[in-house]
């Protein structure tokens, strides 16, 4: 008998219900799910009133729910266990835990900092933070921009003086709109 693709994800989702460890996966597992949805995604729709398309749509849900499912049990077991390899993780679940791995790093190196009284790391790490805008006085006038931040600033005038997005302020000081000694941090964050 030919195993379905929602039969074998199935069957995927278990296994690693029923292990403590992450189970290794095929990398190209979600990818996968979502090709066989592409496939059927046409026959389903939520609104038409046929059988093909009521087997086809509830197809796609069951898939999709058992995808998410999948990525969180996998996702979980990575944020308990601070020594689970991430090669062991499909590209999609890396891109997800990235941000955890240097969370945890940042974690360690302030908490280090702490118990070894290096001030200075921490001032730097607050800084970081900090220094995200600044101020900044135009020599000319200009447009408004949209910030790195999506904001929009402006349009400007001459000596006005403006909290801009540090990237944006050290463009336009590079080509002479704003001026240099002006980049400053912000006294608080925005």
Do not use: C
């Amino acid at each position: 008998m030919i195993e379905t693709p929602a039969e074998k994800f199935y069957r995927l989702l278990e296994d690693e219900n029923a292990s403590k460890e992450l189970v290794k996966i095929p990398g190209d597992t979600y990818n996968r799910i979502a090709s066989h949805i592409k496939t059927i995604r046409s026959e389903s729709s939520e609104n038409e009133r046929n059988a093909n398309s009521a087997i086809s749509y509830a197809e796609r849900k069951i898939l999709y729910e058992m995808a998410k499912r999948l990525m969180q049990l996998r996702i979980d077991k990575f944020k308990r266990d601070p020594d689970i390899d991430p090669a062991n993780l499909t590209l999609e679940e890396r891109y997800i835990v990235e941000p955890l791995i240097v969370s945890r790093k940042r974690f360690d190196r302030v908490a280090e900092s702490i118990f070894n009284g290096h001030v200075a790391e921490l001032e730097h790490a607050s800084n970081a933070v900090k220094q995200k805008y600044v101020y900044a006085r135009f020599l000319q006038p200009y447009s408004a921009i949209t910030g790195s931040d999506m904001g929009v600033y402006g349009p400007f005038l001459p000596e006005d003086v403006a909290v801009l997005p540090i990237e944006n302020a050290k463009n336009l000081a590079k080509i002479g709109i704003i001026a240099k000694n002006w980049i400053e941090p912000e006294d608080q964050q925005r």
